[in-house]
């Protein structure tokens, strides 16, 4: 059965991620039934500093304004099944925590757990006050996932992309598409 995924793109450092995770998904669309992005003015602003362009917009999925909660996963009715939140800042973690829907990224996280549905959040930020991880211990509790923006180093990456790109395969496990990535065979 064909995903239907939510990305949202928030202000936190690690644009990377963002970019390398719609590049990948616009290579697994075999598998994807719909995408839709939705951006905070901050992600933005970070997505130009960090890589240097506003790419973002060239993705063939439909974006949509963050304040728009005609969206169609503004409600659980939509189906859609997967969202990710990538880069995920500690403010985004702590109103999804929190049950705060002031925008259209809390809203849809709040609906994809009010369904029972998988979220993931790429939390990007060090270190963790207590604050941030009883934030992740909550949204944990509620159903969601925090996949840190640690990459790993099994692969023997190369390049800043490479590695990155660890981080974004192993989102690519956890929603559970089908992609060629490293997978770790032991010593």
């Given at each position: 059965?064909?995903k239907k995924?939510?990305?949202?793109?928030?202000?936190?450092?690690g644009?990377?991620?963002?970019?390398?995770?719609?590049?990948?998904?616009?290579?697994?669309?075999?598998q994807?039934?719909e995408?839709g992005?939705?951006?905070?003015?901050?992600a933005k602003?970070?997505?130009?500093?960090?890589?240097?362009?506003e790419e973002?917009?060239?993705f063939p999925?439909?974006?949509?304004?963050?304040?728009?909660?005609m969206a169609p996963?503004?409600?659980g009715?939509?189906?859609?099944?997967?969202?990710?939140?990538v880069?995920?800042?500690?403010?985004?973690?702590?109103r999804?925590?929190?049950?705060?829907?002031?925008?259209?990224i809390?809203?849809?996280?709040?609906?994809?757990?009010?369904?029972?549905?998988?979220?993931v959040?790429?939390?990007?930020?060090?270190?963790?006050?207590?604050?941030h991880?009883?934030?992740?211990?909550t949204?944990?509790?509620?159903?969601?996932?925090?996949?840190?923006a640690?990459?790993?180093y099994?692969?023997?990456?190369?390049?800043i992309?490479?590695?990155?790109?660890?981080?974004?395969n192993?989102?690519?496990?956890?929603?559970?598409?089908?992609?060629?990535?490293?997978?770790?065979?032991?010593?």
């Amino acid at each position: 059965m064909k995903k239907k995924i939510v990305v949202a793109i928030t202000g936190a450092s690690g644009s990377i991620y963002a970019s390398l995770l719609l590049k990948k998904l616009t290579q697994l669309q075999d598998q994807i039934a719909e995408v839709g992005v939705v951006m905070s003015d901050n992600a933005k602003d970070v997505w130009k500093f960090e890589l240097d362009n506003e790419e973002y917009s060239r993705f063939p999925f439909k974006f949509y304004a963050k304040n728009d909660f005609m969206a169609p996963f503004a409600s659980g009715s939509a189906k859609f099944d997967t969202m990710i939140i990538v880069p995920c800042s500690m403010g985004t973690l702590g109103r999804i925590a929190g049950g705060i829907s002031d925008d259209l990224i809390t809203r849809a996280a709040d609906v994809i757990l009010k369904e029972r549905r998988k979220l993931v959040l790429v939390a990007r930020d060090t270190p963790f006050n207590l604050i941030h991880i009883r934030n992740m211990a909550t949204v944990t509790e509620a159903g969601g996932i925090i996949c840190p923006a640690i990459p790993s180093y099994y692969s023997k990456p190369q390049t800043i992309e490479e590695l990155a790109m660890t981080v974004v395969n192993r989102v690519i496990d956890l929603i559970g598409l089908e992609s060629k990535s490293y997978q770790w065979k032991g010593i």
